[in-house]
């Protein structure tokens, strides 16, 4: 799959790509920045009620958000679907609603894909591994 990096500005550009979050209520086609630095998959917790998915207090996680601030998400399993490629997978809803788009991390995206990000050509190229180990 190949997508184009989306401009943010005058000469900002990154790596953001359409995904389809799905529940089993609901499903929604969402934007998420692809983070090598991440180490999980990352949306707002806006997402996660449009969803309807209820965060449980056993699923509570902490992590360090880019400004150093311990940030409070919750752990779910969702169905996340890039180009024509679907599967299960855990994610992490947390407060970051001023984000504006979602985060694909190393756990949830890159252990699921070959990525190629080329800021030069302004090209991102996503091979799924189990079509490449066939």
Same mark, same amino acid.
């Given at each position: 799959m190949i997508f184009k990096y989306l401009e943010f500005g005058p000469n900002v550009f990154r790596p953001v +790509?359409?995904? +389809?979050?799905? =529940?089993?209520a609901k499903f929604? +086609? *969402? =934007?998420a920045l692809i983070d090598s630095g991440a180490d999980n998959c990352i949306f707002s917790l806006d997402i996660a009620d449009l969803l309807h998915i209820k965060p449980? %207090?056993?699923?509570? %996680?902490?992590f360090i958000g880019v400004g150093k601030d311990t940030?409070? #998400? *919750? /752990?779910s399993t +969702?169905?996340?679907?890039?180009?024509?490629?679907f599967y299960q997978t855990k994610v992490i809803f947390a407060d970051m609603s001023d /984000?504006?788009?979602?985060i694909l991390g190393q756990k #949830? /995206? /890159?252990d699921h894909f070959d990525v190629?990000? =080329?800021y030069n050509k302004q090209i991102i190229e996503i091979d799924s591994l189990k079509q490449t180990s066939n």
């Open positions: +790509i359409p995904v +389809i979050l799905k =529940s089993p929604m +086609i *969402y =934007s449980k %207090t056993k699923d509570k %996680t902490q940030v409070n #998400g *919750y /752990f +969702i169905e996340l679907r890039i180009g024509d490629i /984000f504006g788009h979602g #949830g /995206f /890159f190629k990000l =080329s």
